[in-house]
Structures are given as C-alpha cells and as structure tokens.
C-alpha cells in the first residue's frame, strides 16, 4: 500500500522537476544560469490561473484533447512499475493498453490540432503521425524483447525481466533495445536532435506547433501531460538501463529517484552536444530505433 | 566466453548503421576509429586468461585503427577540404536498411555455418560477417573517394572480427605484418587522395572514368 | 644465403633512397639484380637446403618462380636504367626504391611457407607497384592507380578472410590451427570441407583478383596502360605469377584434401571465362598497351586451366608460366620503346612502326607470334602441353573452347599489332628524341631469344626443375 503511495505522488509530483533539471543542465553546458529547477511548477500554476481564449471554429474536441491526453498517459503511468517495485495495476496483456494509451493520446493531440483549422497546426499534425508510424513499431519491437526475455506479458514482470535475467546471455540484445528506446524517448517526449521544444520556427516544429492555439489552463494541462509522458517512458527506459536493486525499500525508492535525475541530466547533455536534426534525417533515426529494437529481438530468438 | 563481448559486437554492428546512416564524413572516421577501437578490446575479453600476446594485439589494434589511422585521414580531410558525402549511389535511409538486411543475413546464416561448439553463442561470425557486408556497401555505394577508403577500413575490420576466433594461432608477427600493410595502404591511400583532389579539383570518383573500353 | 637473398633488395632500396644522385641512382636495379640472380641459381639449382624456419624455405614449387622472377627483373633492371636516362629530370628516389621493394616482396612470395607472411608478401607487392604506376604522374596514371589500389586491397583482404577460414578448418576439425603450409598439408584429409571450400574460393578470388582473372580484372588494362613499360613486365610477369604460387598453393591443400573434384570445374570455368572476356575485349582493341594487358588476363586464364585439368597438365602449366612470363617481357619492354618514338599508344596514330623502329617493331612482332602460341616459340610449347593434357583427360568441351578462343585472340590481336607494325609513318606523326639505344633494345632481345630457346630445347636443369615442382604438386600424403 505504500509503495502504491509512492508511486502515485512520485506520478503526479515528479515529472516537471525532470524537466526543470534537463533545462538547467542545458544552461549549465551553455554556461548561463538558466531559471529555476522547479521553474515549470510556478509555469503550471500561473497557467491555470489564466482565463482561457478559445476559437469559435472548435469544437468539443479542442477543449477534451487536453484533459483526455493527460488522463491517457496517468493511466499509462499506472501500467509501468518504477525501479523494483509492481505497478498499481497489472494484469496480462497491458502492454499492449500501455501502447494504446500513448497512441490515443497523440490522437487527441493532433485531432484538436486538426481541429482548430489552422494550416500551421495541421502540418504539425502530419508531422506527428508520420513519425509516430515509425515510433511505434520500436516501442512494440522493445517490449516483445522484454515479454520474450520474461516470458509474461504483464508489463510490470516484463520490464523486470532484465533485473531477473541478468546479463546472462541477454546483454547484446539488452544493449540494443536500450539504444533504440533511448532513442525513443527523446522523439516521443519532442526533444533534440528530433524536435526543438524551444523554437518556434515553423519549419521546424512538430510538437510544439500543434498546441499553438491552446492557451492558460488547457495549455497548462498539455505541458503537465508532456511532463509525465516523459517520466513514463524514462521509467521504461531505466528498467533496461539499472536492472539493479538493493533490496531495502526506501533505499530502492531513493535509488529510483536518482536514476530519474540521471537520465534527465542524460537527455539535457545529449541536447546540448547535438544539434536539431533535418526534418528530413528524422526519420533515418527512427529507423535505426527500430532496427535497434528488431535486432534485440532477433538476437534473442536466434 | 566474457558475456561483455557480446555486447560490444552489438555496439559494433550499431556503429555499422550509423556509418551507413552519415553523410558528414568526419563522423564517419570518428565512428570508424571508435569501432577500432571496440575491436582492439576484443582480444582481452575472448580469452579466460589474457596473455601477452592478447595484450599486444590490443595495444597494437588500438594505436593503429583507433588513433594513427583516423588521424591521417583526419589530415587527408583537412587538406581536401570536403565535409559531406553529398550523392551516395544509395541514399542514406536506403543504404541503412541494406545494412540492416545484411546483418539480419548474416546472423541467419551464421547459423548454417559449421562452427565449433564453443563459437557458436559469441556473435563474432555475425558480426564479422555484417560488418564486411556494410564494407562492401560503402565501397560501392559512396562516390567520395575518401568514404570508399573507409569502406575498405570497416571490410578490414571485419576480417579481424573473423580473426579473433584464430586468436593465438596466428602469430604475433602476421598480426603486425597485417596491421603494418594496413598502415602503409592507408597512408598511400591519402597520397593518392591529395593527388586526385589536386589533378581533378574534387574527390568524386566518378571523374575517374577517362580509362574504359 | 636466404636471409641474403630475402633482405638484399630493401638494404638496396634503403640505398636507393639515401642515394642522392638522381643520375646515378637508376643503375642501383642493375647492381642489386647482378647479385640477386646469381644467388638465386644457387639456391635453386644448387645442394637442396635444409631450412630450419617452417615459415620461410624454398620448395620445389617455389623454384621455378623464384627464377622466374629473378631472370625477369634483371633483364628489366637494366632496361630501366636506359628508360630513366630518357627522363633525366624527373626525381626518380621513389620510383628505384618502390622497384627493389617490389622485387624483394615477390622473392619473399616464393619463399614463404606460411600462408601469412605469403599474404602480407602479396600485399607488400600491391604497396610498392602503386608508386612505379604513379610515375607518370597524369590524371590518367591517377585514375588506374587509384583502381589498382582499391581493387587490388578488396581482393587481397578476401584472400586474408580466405587464409583465416583455411586455419578455422583445422581449428574445426578438432586440430592444432596453424596457417604453416606444410602443416596444413599434412593435415589436409581431416580438414573440416565446408570451410576448406570456402577457403578455396575467398582465396581464389582473392588472389585471383592479384592475378586478373576475369571477372576481376577491371584494374588491369588501366593500370598497364598507364604504368611505363618496364613496370608492365615486373606487373604481368612477375607479380602475377607470384599471385599464381598463391593459388597453388591453396590448390595443392585442396587435391591434397581429396577435394580436387570441388576445385576443378571452378578453375576451368574461371580460365575460360577470362580468356573469353580477353578475346571479346582484344578484338577492335585501339590502344596496344591495353591490349596487352587483355593478353595478360588470357594467360592468366590459361594457367587457371591448366590447373583445372589437373596432374596431366601440371608439367605445361608451370612451363607456361615461364613462358608468359618472358614473352610479357619482350611484349611489354618493345612496346615501351614504340610508345616512346610516337608518344601515344594508339593505333590511331602508330603506323608504320617498322620503318621507324625496324628492331623494337621486329620484337614486337615476334613478341606477339610467341605469345599467341605460335611455333617455333615457347608459349607454343606450353599450350600445346596443356591443350593435349586436355584432350587427354577427356576435358573436350574445354579444351575445345581454349583452342576457339586461342583462335578469337590470334586474329583479334593480330588486326591491332599488323595495324601498327605495318604501312608508312604517318606525317603528322610526332616526333620525339627517342631512338633505339643498346639499353633499350638489348634487354627484350635476350628475353625473346631465351623464349626462342624454350620452344626448341628445354634444358635439362630448368626440365628437372620443373618435375620436381609437380612431382611435388601431385604428391598425396
């Protein structure tokens, strides 16, 4: 019961300091001070003080999209166990509710885009699905890795597989899969070298273009929903990264929470050594994440 | 069997993708020498026990294909002046699931081939196997005459690869003899390459079509 | 005497390099050659040596490409020194140097029994003739070095991955792996098949490339069009054959093994093929260097077969290396004193060559009778040999289309060389101050009367010689 506790306020309380430490790392390499490590909490806040201006050619869909992406990746979040503990909720087959909770949310996000019948927002749109043809495949070739490795498809014995199998025979395939799941993360959560989440240029966007129109405490919903998107997936990808556990409880949670700042720390000097790819090149590298992941998968049935 | 050496053949097949999947030249020297690199550790994890010969092998491996290689041809670069490899005969993406395909091939076929029992987990024929096909690949595929080069370079390394399964059979005198001919060819390699940069005021091969029937 | 003999010619390349004299430096090839050839009969005719290192000694196969190879570069040592006093002014430190390396790694082709150091030799081989084909120094000469080089490491790294799988099948057969070739001869019947097969092919294709066999022949015109002639004789009679000890060798291994019946049919499918592709592309041919070079691919094909036909025609296949070899020589060394009289190597513009080079146009004649097999000259001999092991062994469709092809590039090459040799000089044709000089005609001259000599009477010792090397070939342990 307690672990569940934690998990849930890890869930709902973390996400935006992860962000907050990718950006001060950034401004650390780029030898500025840059805001605050909770700077997005006072964002959230101030946000959803704001009024909201909505336009008149929306729909219902336009104000349901926030509030359904979030609920979407929450209840997504609920699926994955973090470090060695199980989720909330288990039960065979939620990996494949896992994946549907992530696509369903990015169809919200690019339907109320569609929505607002804005040109801009509609190329930002296409440009979401395009790539998430490519994202998706991965994901589902790295979690077949996992459900072979362990032999369930409950998603919290499945991301334990490596910290049971060890790197006992498994490390190649294991090495490939967090490649392209680190790969993953950065195009799933619009990080560089995929997507800039600090430009606005239009030639350039992807996530960022289609939430333009989106304002106070809807758009604050939207970023608070990107925040636990990435603690979600980083939580995925720590499992293949750390198989290790302590064996005492809070010192496991403790662990946990650095691991998280570890890869927050990872993503923010990965984008500050990178540059942005061409849109063009974007999916080259998600093509390589699949084949990172098919390889895995390969490898371990061969 | 260190159960590291197959993780690091898998980092090496990455590495293959990634040179296929470049057009910026200098990164592809960088991912070549790190995967020399990778390849000189090779030898210190295949045995139980590492000899000295193992050790020189390592040292030797390293210094040459991870350090003095990928310095000449730095040079070579900075003399000519070019940065990209702009019209691959292949595209990029393309060339990329080749490779991909190739190694997909050869894994299955590795497991056709006649191996002894204890070469048979390793991913050192695959790897070997794969890594010579994206060598192949980038020989034919890339117009530069310095990608080609490092087509050869990864060709070559994957023909260490295979050779690490005779490692201590093949004396240490070959290994250098084989090592110093790398050497050599490399360097008159960058020769030639100022050469044709200076008579045909480009790297690109396709100039190189005066002579035919 | 064989560390002498193996380190002889880099200590005179070391020489050549720290010469400073440009004027002087070219009669370094000469000098090295007077001691290396003298040396070389003694240690092939004389008292059989006991060699104490597995890796390096002479064996009865190695002989007769160790003489050949020697006799070869002393004739064209000497010729050069008349070639580079036509290009006084060009620094000529690399050329010499890169030519005693080159002579001393062929020595050290023959000479290794480990399937190694043969390979780092081959290469080495490939290393310094880069430079001698450079020498010119045009786009031209940039482009076929570039391809020498390029298809020439692709291949020879094939045949390192072959050596490799060569030694894993002994490591598979449950043996102690070794690349020491007398090892892997003794060990030949248990060696693991497949990847004895794959060996076989990795190296012939590998090696063959060295070679030129077709389809792996694309360096080879190029290269021989643009090196100097001189350079094209070490290139196609000796470097070549030293490619051929290579596939010997792999060859012995495998009858050895019993596995003749799996290497056969490829070597005769691969001499057929290449001297088809010869014949196809000679015919018409406008260029005589490249021509030349086609002539080579055919010859290569030719000893492939022979070797495809087997033990009957062993004795005829190492004649013929010999023989091509030395008419190459003649072949390569007139044509260079042509090219250099008329400054081109078309026919477009070579008319009449014996007007004005009656000597070097007269061996080049003779040259090309020799080396499409006719009598009284040696290729005859050798051809003859190998063709009636043929019909003898029941090889009909082969042999059979050997002797239509010979018939293809008789009359192919025959069109080219009457064009040239033929008619009167064109006036507009260029001049240029070369003319015929002892240095530059004397060489080709003796080649054609030792190739004269062996289409009429082999020596006893040179016969002897050669039976040891197939007697050695054929032996089954």
């Known amino acids: ?302 | 069997m260190n159960p590291l050496l197959n993780a690091l053949l898998v980092v090496v097949l990455a590495l293959n993708l990634f040179v296929l999947g470049t057009s910026r030249i200098v990164t592809v020297i960088k991912v070549v020498s790190l995967q020399g690199v990778l390849l000189g550790i090779i030898p210190l994890l295949i045995e139980d026990h590492v000899g000295w010969s193992a050790v020189f092998a390592s040292v030797g491996t390293i210094m040459l294909k991870g350090l003095v290689i990928p310095f000449m041809l730095m040079r070579a670069m900075r003399d000519v002046q070019i940065k990209r490899e702009m019209e691959p005969l292949i595209g990029f993406l393309p060339s990329m699931l080749l490779g991909a395909l190739a190694t997909g091939f050869a894994l299955l076929f590795a497991q056709a081939l006649p191996l002894a029992s204890e070469h048979t987990t390793p991913l050192i024929v695959p790897a070997s196997l794969s890594t010579i096909f994206v060598g192949f690949i980038l020989l034919t595929t890339r117009v530069k005459a310095i990608t080609q080069i490092m087509g050869y370079l990864v060709l070559e390394n994957g023909i260490y690869i295979f050779g690490m399964l005779l490692l201590g059979v093949i004396p240490l005198v070959v290994e250098f003899g084989v090592l110093l001919d790398l050497f050599v060819a490399i360097f008159v390699i960058c020769i030639m390459v100022n050469h044709i940069n200076q008579a045909f005021s480009s790297l690109d091969t396709r100039h190189l079509a005066a002579l035919k029937e | 005497m064989t560390l002498l003999l193996l380190l002889l010619p880099f200590a005179m390349a070391l020489v050549a390099a720290l010469l400073p004299s440009n004027r002087w430096r070219p009669w370094v090839p000469p000098l090295t050659a007077a001691i290396h050839f003298p040396l070389t009969l003694a240690a092939v005719f004389g008292e059989p040596m006991e060699s104490h290192a597995a890796w390096i000694g002479l064996d009865p196969v190695g002989k007769p490409i160790l003489l050949l190879i020697s006799t070869l570069f002393l004739v064209t040592s000497f010729y050069l020194t008349g070639y580079l006093k036509y290009h006084p002014r060009r620094e000529n430190r690399v050329f010499v140097a890169c030519l005693l390396c080159t002579l001393g790694s062929m020595t050290l082709v023959a000479w290794s029994r480990h399937l190694g150091i043969m390979w780092i030799a081959i290469e080495t081989t490939a290393l310094c003739t880069a430079p001698l084909i450079y020498f010119n120094k045009t786009p031209q000469s940039i482009e076929a070095t570039w391809k020498y080089l390029l298809v020439g490491f692709v291949g020879i790294a094939l045949a390192l991955l072959g050596s490799f799988c060569l030694a894993y099948s002994s490591l598979h057969a449950g043996l102690h792996p070794s690349l020491v070739f007398s090892d892997l001869l003794r060990d030949a019947p248990q060696l693991s098949k497949p990847w004895l097969h794959v060996a076989f092919v990795l190296m012939l294709v590998g090696y063959g490339t060295k070679m030129g066999l077709a389809p792996m022949h694309t360096w080879k015109p190029d290269a021989y069009g643009a090196a100097p002639g001189a350079v094209g004789t070490l290139l196609a009679g000796g470097v070549t054959s030293c490619a051929f000890l290579c596939i010997l060798r792999i060859y012995h291994i495998c009858c050895a093994a019993g596995e003749t019946a799996f290497v056969a049919p490829m070597l005769v499918f691969m001499g057929l093929f290449s001297m088809a592709v010869a014949g196809i592309f000679m015919v018409g041919q406008q260029d005589y260097k490249r021509m030349l070079a086609y002539s080579s691919v055919e010859h290569m094909g030719i000893l492939v077969l022979g070797l495809g036909i087997g033990a009957p025609a062993l004795f005829g296949t190492l004649l013929h290396v010999f023989n091509n070899g030395l008419t190459k020589g003649v072949l390569f060394l007139s044509a260079a004193n042509i090219h250099r009289s008329y400054g081109s190597t078309s026919t477009g513009v070579v008319r009449g060559a014996l007007r004005r080079l009656p000597v070097s146009a007269g061996l080049f004649l003779a040259g090309f009778l020799a080396i499409t097999g006719s009598p009284p000259f040696g290729p005859f001999i050798s051809e003859f040999s190998i063709l009636n092991a043929g019909f003898g062994s029941g090889h009909f469709v082969a042999s059979g289309l050997f002797l239509v092809f010979l018939l293809v590039i008789f009359i192919g090459m025959g069109s080219t060389v009457m064009l040239m040799l033929q008619g009167k000089v064109p006036e507009d044709a260029p001049q240029t101050i070369y003319r015929e000089g002892f240095l530059t005609v004397v060489p080709p001259l003796l080649l054609l009367g030792v190739v004269v000599m062996l289409g009429v009477w082999i020596p006893d010792s040179l016969s002897t010689l050669l039976h040891n090397a197939v007697d050695f070939l054929e032996v089954q342990p």
């Open chain 1, 1 to 302: 019961m307690f672990n569940i506790f934690i998990h849930l306020v890890l869930l709902l309380v973390m996400p935006p300091l992860l962000l907050g430490v990718i950006n001060k790392t950034k401004a650390l390499f780029a030898g500025r001070k840059g805001p605050p490590v909770l700077q997005l909490y006072f964002d959230l806040i101030k946000l959803a003080r704001k009024g909201v201006v909505i336009s008149q050619t929306t729909t219902w869909i336009f104000v349901g999209a926030p509030v359904i992406t979030l609920v979407g990746i929450v209840m997504a979040g609920f699926l994955v166990p973090l470090g060695p503990f199980h989720a909330p909720v288990a039960f065979t087959g939620d990996l494949i509710l896992f994946a549907y909770l992530l696509a369903i949310g990015r169809f919200f996000t690019t339907a109320a885009a569609l929505d607002t019948g804005s040109a801009f927002e509609g190329m930002g749109a296409a440009r979401e699905v395009t790539f998430a043809c490519l994202s998706e495949p991965a994901l589902f070739f790295a979690l077949l890795v996992l459900a072979k490795m362990s032999g369930s498809l409950v998603l919290s014995d499945l991301l334990h597989a490596p910290l049971a199998v060890g790197s006992q025979g498994a490390a190649a395939s294991l090495v490939l899969v967090a490649i392209g799941m680190f790969i993953l993360l950065l195009a799933e959560n619009s990080r560089i070298p995929v997507d800039d989440p600090n430009t606005h240029l239009e030639l350039t966007m992807i996530h960022e273009v289609m939430v333009l129109d989106h304002s106070g405490p809807l758009l604050g919903l939207i970023l608070y929903g990107a925040s636990i998107k990435l603690f979600v997936l980083s939580a995925v990808l720590l499992h293949i990264l750390f198989p290790f556990q302590s064996g005492s409880v809070p010192l496991d949670w403790g662990l946990f929470i650095v691991e998280m700042l570890v890869v927050a720390v990872g993503v923010g000097v990965v984008e500050s050594v990178m540059a942005r790819l061409q849109m063009r090149h974007v999916p080259y590298l998600l093509v390589a994440a699949i084949l990172f992941c098919a390889f895995g998968f390969v490898l371990l049935v061969r």
